[in-house]
Every structure is written in C-alpha cells, then in structure tokens.
C-alpha cells in the first residue's frame, strides 16, 4: 500500500509538469485541441497498458520493470528534439483550493463532479458488468469501450472548443452524456445494446476533464499553470476517490442499475452549474 501511494504521488507529478508544460508552449486560441492530443495518448496508454498482464505473471516484477523501462524511455524522444524546449525554470506559486474555486468555479466544481464521473465508470463498471450477468467477452467490451470512445471523441471536442465558447461546449457535452447514461439506466439488464452506448458515454465522459482543465488554464494569471494543473489535479483525485464510494453505497442499496444514474447525477450536477 506504501509502495502504491508513493507510485501515485510520482504518477500526479507526472502530469502536473506535463499539463503546465503544455499550457505554457500552446496559446489559448489551441489549447483544446493541445489537451486534447495529451489526454487521447493518456487513455491510449491506460487501454494498453492492462493488455501487459497477458504477456507475464502479475505476481512477479517483470511487468513492473517492463513499465517503468517503458516510462524512462518516454523522455527520450524529448531529450533528442531539437525543437523541444522546455519552458524556463521559474518557481510557480502553489494555487490554493479557496484561490482555484475563486479564479475559475466553473473549473473547480466541474472537476470535482468530473473526477467523481471518471472514478464511477472506470471504478464501478466491472461490478455493474458482473452482477448485470455479462459473459467474459461482453464485460470485456462494457468495461473497455469507454476508453475507446474517449480516443474517438477528444480531438473533435478540442477542436469545437477552440473556436466556441468552452462553457457552452461543456454544457452541452455534460447534457448529452447524462442523456446517453438515463438511457442505459433504462436500457435491460444484459443486453448487448448497453455496449454501444457505453462507448459513447465513455467518448463525452471523459473529454470533460480537458475541456474544464482548458477553461481553468484560460482564466488563469500568467505563470500560474503549474499551481492551477496542480490544483486541478487534487480537485479531481478527492472526486476520484469519493464518487465510487458513494455509488457503490448507492449500488448496494438500490441495486446496479444505481450505476448509471449516479453518472446522470454527476453529469446533470455539471450541466446544471454550467446553465
């Protein structure tokens, strides 16, 4: 457990120094469609990666080795580019969770309900997979599509969210996609038709994180995307770390059909803060 929260820490200070390096090297007019490429490699990486489980035994450190080499050799790439500058090194001012929801509530109640919606569908879709009575082959595909989708759907978000208004971008993708949940809360336990709609569901969820993370970063003071990743990046793991609680609570009590209305609450919660 030790070894999995320092893993952790390490992980988020990762993407911390890789969203503000981000931020800093692409302007606003761009930055949806910059967040977007690093957000479609992100759930690229995260859908592969549990393919590696099949090539060795999980109990032994070969995998573990084999991930970490793989993480090393990422910045190779970077060290050899010659167009590759990192920004100046200059101290970034911790942002506060009280100057965070100052500066940008928008960005802050959206991902907290954001990281609360991830942590549901990538915690909790297993579970609803299981009891719902899915064979192996389809629970694979429920659990899986979402991220499929999220690769699909960012770029053209980005993209939308580059020349419109991103509120009004986040308010209608949060719509659709407590749409598309009501209506696998809906849909019968079991059947094939949820797979479909999971991989939109998991194509409008997920795009909401950069597009938040985007609004955030626009309405940021200069030198300040370092605190503001940062923040944006604890706001989203206490969302992570409360939302499958609360719905596996929900779950318990009123069956597994609550999984999907816990997504349309979260989603609606955004979409109605955004109106």
């Not at 999995?4 to 930055?31: H, I, K």
């Not at 986040?170 to 809906?186: P, R």
Request: proline residues 6%; aromatic residues 8%; charged residues 10%.
């Amino acid at each position: 457990a030790a070894l999995r929260f320092v893993f952790g820490f390490c992980m988020a200070g990762l993407y911390v120094v890789v969203e503000s390096w981000l931020n800093d090297a692409s302007p606003q007019r761009t930055r949806g469609r910059t967040l977007a490429v690093y957000l479609i490699a992100s759930m690229g990486g995260l859908g592969l990666g549990p393919l590696l489980v099949a090539t060795g035994d999980p109990g032994e450190p070969v995998l573990f080795v084999v991930a970490s080499v793989r993480v090393s050799l990422s910045f190779v790439p970077i060290a050899l580019a010659a167009t590759t500058d990192a920004p100046p090194i200059k101290l970034s001012p911790k942002m506060r969770v009280r100057e965070f929801l100052h500066i940008a509530p928008t960005g802050f109640v959206g991902i907290l309900l954001t990281g609360a919606s991830h942590g549901i569908l990538i915690g909790l879709a297993a579970v609803y997979a299981t009891r719902a009575g899915f064979g192996s082959g389809a629970s694979a595909a429920f659990v899986g599509l979402p991220s499929i989708g999220a690769i699909s759907f960012q770029w053209p978000f980005g993209w939308v969210s580059d020349r419109l208004p991103r509120g009004g971008v986040i308010l209608e993708v949060a719509i659709a996609a407590a749409g598309v949940a009501t209506v696998l809360g809906m849909t019968p336990e079991g059947s094939v038709a949820a797979l479909p709609l999971m991989f939109v569901l998991g194509g409008l969820t997920v795009p909401i994180y950069s597009l938040l993370l985007s609004h955030t970063l626009d309405r940021s003071p200069a030198g300040a995307g370092m605190g503001a990743s940062g923040a944006s990046l604890r706001v989203n793991g206490v969302g992570a770390v409360i939302g499958p609680i609360i719905a596996g609570a929900v779950m318990g009590a009123a069956g597994e059909t609550a999984f999907f209305w816990c997504l349309v609450a979260t989603h609606g919660s955004i979409a109605l803060y955004v109106a």
